[in-house]
C-alpha cells in the first residue's frame, strides 16, 4: 500500500470512526502484548470510539509482557480484560504435550495454540459484533492479504485492522511520535512477542518473525487466531 505515514494514520483513524463509531458497533480490542496493540489503542481512542480490551493469559507469557500490559493500563487509562482455558484443560495439555512436544511434533504445537489461545479468544470475543487486531501486511508471507476490514469466517464476527498497511518504520515512529511506552523485550532482541517457549530474540537483518516458531517453515508460523476459516 503506497500512501504516506500521515495518511495511513489518517485512514485508520476514518475506518474505526465510520465502521465501529458511527455504527454503533461493540467491538473489543485485542492486546498481544506488542507496540501494534498500543497503537491500535491510541488510534481508537483518537477516534473516539467505544471499545473494550482483551488479552490472553496463556501462563508462558514473559515478565517484561506482563509488566508492559500494566505500563499500558496506567499510560492509556484502561482495564485490560484477561482469558485463560481452564486450570482442567491446561492440565490435560500439558500432561499430552510434554515439556517438549511442540518442538518435535507441529500437532502438538498447534495444539498447544488451540488451548492456550484460541479457547480463550472464542470466550474473548463472544458477543460483539467485531474486534480489533494489530497484524500487519509486513510482518510475515502468511499475512500478505490483511485487510482494513475484514470479516473474520472462524468467530462470525468483522475483523478491524487499522495498522495493516503500516511499515515496521511507522510502527516505531507511532510510538515514538506518541510517546508511548513498549515492551522491554524490544530492547533485547526481539522483534515478535509471543510465549517464551516459542518466541527467541533475532539478529539484525532477520525477517520481523523469524524468532517466532524459529524451527517450523514460515508458512506454517500461526498459532490460529489470524487464519481465515478456510485455512
Known amino acids: 500500500m503506497n500512501q504516506n505515514y500521515e495518511v495511513k494514520v489518517a485512514e485508520a ?19 498481544s502484548h506488542q507496540s501494534e496493540d498500543a497503537i491500535n ?9 467505544d471499545f473494550d480490551i482483551f488479552t490472553l493469559e496463556t501462563h508462558k507469557l514473559f ?3 506482563l509488566v508492559y500490559e500494566k505500563e499500558i493500563e496506567a499510560f492509556f487509562g484502561l482495564t485490560i480484560k484477561r482469558f485463560s482455558a481452564s486450570d482442567e484443560q491446561i492440565k490435560a495439555l500439558e500432561a499430552k504435550v510434554g515439556e517438549f512436544g511442540i518442538f518435535d511434533d507441529i500437532n502438538l504445537r498447534k495444539e498447544c495454540c488451540h488451548v492456550r489461545k484460541l ?4 470466550h474473548a470475543l463472544k458477543g460483539y459484533d467485531g474486534w480489533i487486531s ?23 464476527l468483522l475483523k478491524f485492522n487499522p495498522i495493516a498497511y503500516f511499515s515496521d518504520e511507522e ?3 507511532y510510538m ?7 515492551n522491554a523485550l524490544y530492547a533485547k532482541g526481539f522483534k515478535s512477542i509471543g510465549c517464551k517457549p516459542c518466541t527467541r530474540a533475532i539478529s539484525e537483518g532477520e525477517d520481523i518473525r523469524a524468532g517466532r516458531w524459529w524451527w ?9 487466531l489470524h487464519l481465515h476459516k478456510k485455512d
Do not use: W, Y
Open 119 to 122: 479457547i480463550p479468544l472464542a
Open 176 to 182: 515514538r511520535e506518541n510517546a508511548i511506552p513498549q
Open 216 to 224: 517450523e517453515n514460515p508458512e506454517h508460523k500461526e498459532c490460529g
Open 41 to 49: 489503542i491510541s488510534l481508537a481512542q483518537k477516534a473516539g470510539i
Open 63 to 65: 515478565d517484561e509482557s
Open 171 to 173: 510502527v516505531a515512529r
Open 13 to 31: 483513524i476514518n475506518t474505526l470512526q465510520e465502521l465501529v463509531g458511527a455504527k454503533a458497533l461493540k467491538v473489543t480490542l485485542a492486546f
Open 134 to 156: 494489530g497484524i500487519r501486511i509486513a510482518q510475515s508471507i502468511t499475512r500478505s492479504d490483511t485487510k482494513l476490514v475484514e470479516f473474520d469466517g472462524k468467530f462470525e
